[in-house]
């Protein structure tokens, strides 16, 4: 409990942090209307902030943070009211099976319909705040999502999440088997598990979602492959997803691995950049793709994911102790009951390693930054680019640093619009070899 109250004040602490101070901004003139009057700036290459974009960032900010508190609320008062006892209780009754004597793994059909209803039930939990996400989109023009579309992601977003099911299985099946390496052996096969995962989600996963289909011919293809070829990736997949069915924002992006990696471009990128700006995005993802930043990103994934399995070992062992002594009716770790209470440890542990995550994030980021602009030469573009962002997208180009250095994923827009008319990186339109 004090574990669970430490991060909510921390979190309410960020959420204070994050609704008072915003980059970039000021008080719109008195007696003017704060929806429709800008922020006058002579610079080109300094972010133009509407007072809607500083109200917008604000009400996301905040549905964010206390979104992520309610969560582990919600996860530990399932535990501590006795939901999860009484969810276990039932589900043995559903599957007509008795319920196995302490420390003896759950047979899979019970994990699987207790694990399938406790992550719906905390879907539900936790829909309140998506939904006004979801308005807020709304509100301000962004979303082209229906009610239904929404629904349909979560339905398909708790289905995929059910394969976790069978992982749980052999974990319990592994602590009984080896109780003092359980978590190496788990280690060992994460690590071709997280390769599978990366080869399927851009050719299985994705396209449950959203449609993809290669750039069509055209002068911006020309372009695009003309790029590629400097650049070093002549044979890169340049496919274009169908993104504005659900939003506005732009984006772009590289996923998979092998044959199966791919440069990804929204459709409203296509429709709202200008040429230039839509090379310097392009540039930036084949830096992402030159520089083989998902391979070391799945090798960092690898070495976290053995800290993830240690960190669960010691949690075992806490929750070992914790369950034994519970008064809430859980009969060891490896009762069905008592995995609500092992992601919520996990949930914590995640998000203490998110300052260490991001910042590699935001040094590989950087790299395809200098990358796009060495191959593209479009420094204002690029800086234009993350002007846009900040303007039209409402993204804050100045964070407070305690939200950036916890959550961010890139470098700041400011810092960025900076690097790119610094003149630090030189163009060099020489062809690169193949990687």
Same mark, same amino acid.
């Given at each position: 409990?004090?574990?669970?109250?430490?991060?909510?004040?921390?979190?309410?602490?960020?959420?204070?942090?994050?609704?008072?101070?915003?980059?970039? %901004?000021?008080?719109?003139?008195?007696g003017?209307?704060?929806?429709?009057?800008?922020?006058?700036?002579?610079?080109?290459?300094?972010?133009?902030?509407?007072?809607?974009?500083?109200?917008?960032?604000?009400? %996301?900010?905040?549905?964010?943070l206390?979104?992520? +508190?309610?969560?582990?609320?919600?996860?530990?008062l399932?535990?501590?009211?006795? +939901?999860?006892?009484?969810l276990?209780?039932?589900?043995?009754?559903?599957?007509?099976l008795?319920?196995?004597?302490?420390?003896?793994?759950?047979?899979?059909?019970?994990?699987?319909?207790?694990?399938?209803l406790?992550?719906?039930?905390?879907?539900?939990?936790?829909?309140?705040?998506g939904?006004?996400?979801?308005?807020t989109?709304?509100?301000?023009?962004f979303s082209?999502?229906?009610?239904?579309?929404?629904?349909?992601?979560?339905?398909?977003?708790?289905?995929?999440?059910?394969?976790?099911?069978?992982?749980?299985?052999?974990?319990?099946?592994?602590v009984?088997?080896?109780?003092?390496?359980?978590?190496?052996?788990?280690?060992? @096969?994460?690590?071709?598990?997280?390769?599978?995962?990366?080869?399927?989600?851009?050719i299985?996963?994705?396209?449950? @979602?959203?449609?993809y289909?290669?750039?069509?011919m055209?002068?911006?293809?020309?372009?695009?492959?003309?790029?590629?070829?400097?650049?070093?990736?002549?044979?890169?997949?340049?496919?274009?997803?169908?993104t504005?069915?659900?939003?506005? =924002?732009?984006?772009?992006?590289?996923?998979?691995?092998?044959?199966?990696?791919?440069?990804?471009?929204?459709?409203?990128?296509?429709?709202?950049?200008?040429?230039?700006?839509?090379?310097?995005?392009?540039?930036?993802?084949?830096?992402?793709?030159?520089?083989?930043?998902?391979?070391?990103?799945?090798?960092?994934? +690898?070495?976290?994911?053995?800290?993830?399995?240690?960190?669960?070992?010691?949690?075992?062992?806490?929750?070992?102790?914790?369950?034994? %002594?519970?008064?809430?009716?859980?009969?060891?770790?490896?009762?069905?009951?008592?995995?609500?209470?092992?992601?919520?440890?996990?949930?914590?542990?995640?998000?203490? %390693?998110?300052?260490?995550?991001?910042?590699?994030?935001?040094?590989?980021?950087?790299?395809?930054?200098? @990358?796009?602009?060495?191959?593209?030469?479009?420094?204002?573009a690029t +800086?234009?680019?993350?002007?846009?962002?900040?303007?039209?997208?409402?993204?804050?180009?100045?964070?407070?640093?305690?939200? =950036?250095?916890?959550f961010?994923? =890139?470098?700041?827009?400011?810092?960025?619009?900076?690097?790119?008319?610094?003149?630090?990186?030189?163009?060099d339109?020489?062809?690169?070899?193949?990687?």
């Amino acid at each position: 409990m004090r574990v669970l109250a430490g991060w909510i004040v921390f979190i309410a602490l960020m959420l204070s942090l994050g609704t008072f101070s915003v980059g970039a %901004q000021e008080s719109a003139p008195p007696g003017k209307n704060a929806e429709t009057v800008s922020i006058a700036r002579p610079d080109a290459y300094v972010p133009n902030i509407p007072p809607r974009a500083i109200a917008y960032t604000h009400t %996301q900010r905040a549905l964010g943070l206390t979104g992520m +508190a309610w969560s582990l609320l919600g996860v530990w008062l399932m535990v501590r009211s006795g +939901a999860s006892v009484r969810l276990r209780d039932g589900v043995y009754r559903l599957v007509r099976l008795p319920r196995p004597e302490n420390d003896t793994p759950p047979a899979f059909r019970a994990l699987l319909v207790f694990y399938g209803l406790y992550t719906l039930i905390l879907m539900l939990w936790n829909m309140p705040f998506g939904l006004a996400q979801l308005a807020t989109e709304w509100k301000y023009g962004f979303s082209h999502e229906s009610l239904g579309m929404y629904l349909g992601d979560a339905a398909k977003n708790w289905g995929i999440g059910l394969l976790v099911a069978p992982l749980l299985c052999g974990l319990a099946w592994l602590v009984m088997r080896s109780p003092k390496r359980w978590w190496l052996w788990m280690w060992g @096969f994460t690590l071709p598990l997280l390769i599978g995962v990366l080869i399927l989600q851009p050719i299985v996963i994705a396209p449950l @979602f959203n449609e993809y289909k290669p750039l069509g011919m055209g002068p911006l293809r020309t372009k695009i492959l003309e790029l590629a070829a400097r650049a070093g990736v002549p044979n890169a997949d340049v496919f274009v997803e169908d993104t504005s069915r659900r939003t506005a =924002h732009v984006n772009a992006y590289v996923t998979g691995v092998g044959p199966a990696a791919r440069i990804v471009l929204n459709d409203t990128a296509i429709k709202t950049l200008p040429e230039d700006q839509l090379l310097a995005m392009i540039g930036h993802e084949m830096g992402h793709y030159v520089e083989k930043h998902i391979w070391y990103g799945l090798l960092s994934g +690898a070495i976290g994911s053995g800290a993830f399995f240690y960190l669960a070992f010691r949690c075992w062992t806490l929750l070992d102790r914790r369950t034994r %002594q519970s008064k809430t009716g859980l009969r060891g770790p490896l009762d069905l009951a008592a995995l609500p209470l092992l992601f919520l440890y996990l949930n914590i542990a995640i998000l203490l %390693q998110e300052p260490i995550a991001n910042a590699e994030s935001r040094y590989m980021e950087h790299r395809a930054d200098a @990358f796009g602009l060495r191959v593209t030469g479009l420094d204002t573009a690029t +800086a234009r680019l993350m002007v846009g962002f900040a303007e039209r997208d409402f993204s804050d180009p100045d964070p407070p640093a305690l939200l =950036h250095f916890w959550f961010g994923s =890139h470098p700041t827009l400011s810092e960025r619009i900076a690097f790119a008319l610094s003149g630090e990186v030189k163009p060099d339109v020489a062809p690169r070899p193949h990687p």
